[in-house]
């Protein structure tokens, strides 16, 4: 059954992910602003019908979607360490298999039917926000290269410009080494979009923090 956005909340509200737990000397001082990547080919040209934050369940089907279940959850913060609440967020990536649900995306890795691909949410009071959904697969851009499993990061706020960029995971070392497009970010700012996915036992899922500042 698909778990709406009040329940995932709830699920983990006892788990602690140290939200931006900082070093005293850095208590005082601004945070850096996460780095703006390229939007890429395959935001949706079609939106889902089921369009809310859980991504691995399509309404009322009887079938999930394949591979690991994960979430992510973080804060949307300023500079100035203050919550933004009502704040759009929006992720899109590919499924288990590494191929995006877009009609442009040339991967022959089989699709996934029950993987929503595109979901969205509002920051809460404190900033807060989560998405349920599935590690993304890598897939082959060129013969040489080879992209690391990551999900697509939207930010939309009233009056200011979007923000647009890419989270990926701690445990792909070697394709994030590679990554052209990750490469780009200054190598001390690289940490600010890569996630520790953390084993919750009373979950059974694993949980990836990305704390946003913007």
Not at 90 to 109: F, L, T
Not at 163 to 186: A, H, W
Request: proline share 8%; glycine share 6%; net charge positive.
């Amino acid at each position: 059954m698909k778990l709406k956005r009040r329940q995932l909340f709830k699920q983990i509200k006892s788990f602690s992910l140290g939200y931006l737990t900082l070093p005293l000397a850095q208590i005082n001082q601004q945070y850096t602003l996460t780095p703006q990547q390229i939007e890429g080919p395959f935001y949706p040209v079609n939106f889902p019908l089921d369009d809310d934050n859980d991504l691995t369940w399509i309404n009322d089907r009887k079938n999930q979607a394949l591979g690991e279940k994960i979430i992510i959850s973080g804060k949307l913060l300023t500079q100035e360490h203050q919550p933004i609440s009502a704040a759009k967020v929006e992720i899109w990536q590919a499924c288990a298999s590494g191929r995006y649900n877009h009609p442009y995306d040339p991967n022959q890795a089989p699709i996934d039917p029950n993987f929503q691909g595109w979901g969205w949410t509002t920051t809460r009071q404190d900033g807060s926000y989560l998405f349920k959904t599935v590690k993304p697969g890598g897939y082959p851009v060129t013969g040489s290269w080879k992209r690391p499993p990551h999900i697509h990061f939207k930010v939309t706020l009233p009056r200011q410009k979007e923000l647009i960029t890419q989270l990926y995971f701690s445990e792909e070392k070697t394709l994030n080494e590679t990554d052209k497009i990750l490469q780009r970010i200054p190598i001390h700012q690289q940490p600010l979009v890569i996630t520790n996915l953390i084993k919750n036992e009373s979950l059974k899922m694993r949980i990836g923090e990305f704390n946003i500042v913007i």
